[in-house]
C-alpha cells in the first residue's frame, strides 16, 4: 500500500512563494508517476502538475504553467511543487496522487487514473 503525506501549505500572500512536498512510503517511488491536484471551495478538483517516473516529462494546467514547477527525488521518495506568483485564485487543499505504470516517459492529468492519494494540505492566499 502506498502512503502519500504533503507539507508545506500555509498562507501566503499574492505574488509570494509556497514549495509543498510529498513523502511517498510504501513503494518505490521509481515505479509511480507522480501527480498534482487541488480542490477550491465548491469547486471540482482540477489538474495541476504531473511527472513521469524518471521526472524527464512533466504537464501543467494552463492556469498554473509558468508559474508552478514539479520535480521529483526518486531517492528520497519525495516530489515537490514550487509554486510562485501565487494568486488569490491558487487558494485550495492540494492533493499528491500517484499511479504505478510500467511506462517511464507518461503522466496523466486525469484523476481517475490515480490509484493513491494523500490527505491534503491547505494552501490559503491573501491579496
Known amino acids: 500500500q502506498v502512503r502519500l503525506v504533503e507539507s508545506g501549505g500555509g498562507l501566503m500572500q499574492t505574488g509570494g512563494s509556497l514549495t509543498l512536498s510529498c513523502a511517498a512510503s510504501?513503494?518505490?517511488?521509481?515505479?509511480?508517476?507522480m501527480g498534482w491536484f487541488r480542490q477550491a471551495p465548491g469547486k471540482e478538483r482540477e489538474f495541476v502538475a504531473a511527472?513521469?517516473?524518471?521526472?524527464?516529462?512533466?504537464g501543467y494546467a494552463d492556469s498554473v504553467q509558468g508559474r508552478f514547477t514539479i520535480s521529483r527525488d526518486n531517492a528520497k521518495n519525495t516530489v515537490d511543487l514550487k509554486m510562485n506568483a501565487l494568486k488569490a485564485e491558487d487558494t485550495a487543499v492540494y492533493s499528491c496522487?500517484?499511479?504505478?505504470?510500467?511506462?517511464?516517459?507518461?503522466?496523466?492529468?486525469?484523476?481517475?487514473?490515480?490509484?493513491?492519494w494523500g490527505q491534503g494540505t491547505q494552501v490559503t492566499v491573501s491579496s
Open positions: 511527472i513521469s517516473r524518471s521526472g524527464g516529462d512533466t
Open positions: 496522487a500517484a499511479y504505478p505504470t510500467a511506462f517511464t516517459g507518461t503522466y496523466s492529468s486525469t484523476a481517475t487514473r490515480y490509484a493513491y
Open positions: 510504501g513503494r518505490t517511488l521509481s515505479d509511480l508517476v
